[in-house]
């Protein structure tokens, strides 16, 4: 059995590296979840979740009352998250807010709508890594699901790879959880770890962009 990267081994969580193309919880088989505890040898409760398709920074509690400690943090916004995404067309703008309410599309995907009732609320930015191809640092400031990729694609640019929302064919969706930071008993942690393997994020990862988004929070969000 693949043995999952551990970020982090803390007293009440561990902080471990999903790989792409796993489900979170398990499906047609054992997901990252269980996979991980038989791993470690303790239950593990989920306080967030990634997409199948996404690769990255999962933060999992050791106990019961760190799993709602840790839920009430998340569902207060903050948790800062910090993605990575690589878009092979144009965006209608190199950076910025990308702000509307999600609803219900086809085959269980979303679109971004014009009214912001209950909005999902994306900022990102961009840089030029290689010919056609596109890095871009993106924080979500609410928790929708697929929100990051519903807001890509809805200024013209679809993640690479990812076929539910139109994106260009390649060997993964190239989105990836690259770094989380909170305030956890008085004390500020922050976690983060760059995409592993070859492939389209090698770009980046060669890139001087990349240099300065290793402190993502430093940045100006």
Not at 137 to 166: C, M
Request: proline share 5%; hydrophobic share 40%.
């Amino acid at each position: 059995m693949e043995k999952f990267k551990l970020i982090a081994d803390e007293v009440d969580y561990v902080v471990a590296y999903k790989p792409h193309s796993m489900s979170f919880h398990s499906e047609d088989g054992a997901g990252f979840v269980a996979l991980l505890t038989d791993q470690l040898g303790y239950p593990l409760f989920p306080v967030h979740r990634l997409d199948k398709v996404t690769s990255g920074l999962i933060l999992l509690a050791k106990s019961s009352e760190a799993a709602k400690q840790l839920t009430s943090l998340f569902s207060a916004r903050k948790i800062d998250k910090f993605y990575l995404a690589l878009v092979s067309a144009k965006p209608k703008k190199k950076q910025g807010w990308i702000k509307g309410d999600m609803a219900k599309s086809r085959r269980g995907t979303y679109k971004l709508v014009k009214t912001k009732l209950n909005p999902a609320v994306t900022r990102f930015y961009s840089c030029s890594v290689a010919t056609n191809l596109r890095a871009c640092i993106v924080k979500p400031f609410s928790g929708k699901t697929h929100q990051i990729r519903v807001a890509l694609k809805s200024i013209g640019a679809p993640i690479l790879g990812d076929l539910a929302y139109s994106g260009e064919p390649a060997d993964r969706t190239y989105l990836h959880a690259f770094c989380l930071e909170f305030e956890w008993q008085g004390n500020h942690q922050h976690y983060q770890a760059a995409p592993e393997g070859d492939g389209a994020f090698g770009h980046l990862l060669a890139h001087e962009i990349f240099a300065s988004w290793q402190n993502p929070s430093q940045l100006e969000w």
